[in-house]
């Protein structure tokens, strides 16, 4: 029988306000900050979860998911060491002289970050943090896509956006996903977002996903499209099983950041 929130402890109370504003808990810093045994805190994370309140993750838990993404800034901070991991991957298998799409998202953004140093590049995104990150960059040109701006992420998604990026066909496109499911979906939260990230699939040679191994413990509920539409998959760890078969089938490049060598 599900509990109600007030039937948690005060400590699990406290561990799922500090995930509501961070994102995602690990254990070790939790058993720290309250003072008692790991095994202690993967009880609480484990009736948590079980509430549907969180979802389970490695060595910790993160928000469950459902139709509202977690805020941009916790994305932010969510596997922040990972997605340097993957940007520095990602940067590496674009030359210079290339031109590229950058969508919304915090690994896109660090993968911009990771281009900064390139040379006689184009760039053309509907992330406003992108083109602050790029702007001082003298080797990298900046096309910002059109549209309303987005307060919560500074995101640019609608009809122009969508007419923009159609206008262009280059040679990479670096995109993100809020969640990935083990048939090889890409999944998001915001329908205008995913049409933008559909007319950026539809218009680069060589589309390439960045995503973290968490977003294969996430969910959300509108399809981008399939790794099939993908070059290649750059993340932190071997995804599963099921998602790796599919990447195979589709003849998908996978890249494992801090692995010398790819799987496929």
Excluded: W
Excluded at 35 to 44: A, F, N
Excluded at 148 to 160: K, L, T, W, Y
């Amino acid at each position: 029988m599900r509990q109600s929130l007030s039937d948690i402890s005060d400590r699990q109370q406290a561990i799922l306000s500090l995930a509501r504003g961070a994102g995602r808990v690990g254990v070790e810093e939790l058993a720290a900050r309250f003072g008692v045994s790991p095994q202690t805190i993967r009880k609480d994370l484990n009736l948590l979860c079980d509430q549907g309140l969180l979802a389970r993750q490695h060595g910790g838990a993160m928000l469950a998911s459902g139709v509202a993404n977690v805020s941009y800034e916790a994305r932010r901070a969510l596997a922040h060491e990972e997605k340097r991991r993957i940007a520095a991957r990602c940067a590496a298998l674009i030359p210079d002289g290339s031109s590229l799409f950058i969508n919304i998202g915090t690994t896109t953004e660090e993968v911009a970050r990771a281009l900064s140093g390139h040379r006689d590049l184009l760039v053309v995104t509907n992330n406003i943090h992108v083109v602050s990150i790029l702007l001082p960059s003298p080797g990298v040109e900046v096309v910002v896509a059109g549209g309303p701006v987005r307060r919560s992420d500074g995101g640019i998604a609608g009809e122009a956006t969508v007419d923009l990026v159609s206008e262009f066909k280059l040679d990479f496109a670096v995109i993100g996903a809020s969640a990935l499911d083990e048939d090889g979906s890409l999944l998001d939260y915001d329908y205008r977002e995913v049409r933008v990230s559909r007319a950026i699939l539809g218009n680069a040679r060589h589309p390439i996903l960045v995503a973290d191994a968490g977003k294969f413990e996430r969910s959300a509920p509108i399809r981008i499209g399939h790794v099939r539409q993908l070059h290649t998959v750059v993340t932190d760890r071997p995804p599963p099983p099921r998602f790796a078969e599919a990447c195979r089938e589709a003849g998908t490049r996978v890249e494992v950041a801090g692995e010398e060598n790819e799987t496929r």
